[in-house]
């Protein structure tokens, strides 16, 4: 997809532990089915993606486990804030997705979460979760870049 200046894109919540815990091997972008509450709370911010998960039921993607916090503003038929929500994507997505998730220690993440023309969108990444010592290997990494580009700088 190439970029185009007339997309509008405003991003409620990131997984940043994500990249922390999992390799990523790729991404896709999702639709999210939303009520109308949980909207009005996205559009103020109230979302963590940190325990969410991708699972596949039937023919249906539905993300779980993230947390829309009730709308401040909303009636006394409040919505579940922990409730699995549907994602939306085409049949060629899902089938990819179901072929992904049957492999042995992949998963499916959500890493941000945000609205593009208006309309909620969560992307989506497939995961493999890191061992200890790759996590301490990508940390050194890190701050040796860190430590090169302060040198550069510095000069």
Known sequence: ???REDVQEKTIATNRKAR???AILE???AGLVLR?????SLR???ASLVDGYASIKGREV???GIHINPYEHGNI?????IRSRKLLLHKKEIRKLYGTLNQHGLTVIPLKLYFRNGVAKVLLGVARGKKEHDKRQDISKRDAERAIRQRMARQ
């Open 1 to 3: 997809m190439t970029p």
């Open 20 to 22: 922390h815990d999992y």
């Open 27 to 29: 991404t896709v972008e």
């Open 36 to 40: 109308g509450a949980e909207v009005k």
């Open 44 to 46: 103020q911010g109230n």
């Open 62 to 64: 539905w993300l779980v």
């Open 77 to 81: 038929r409040d919505y579940d804030p």
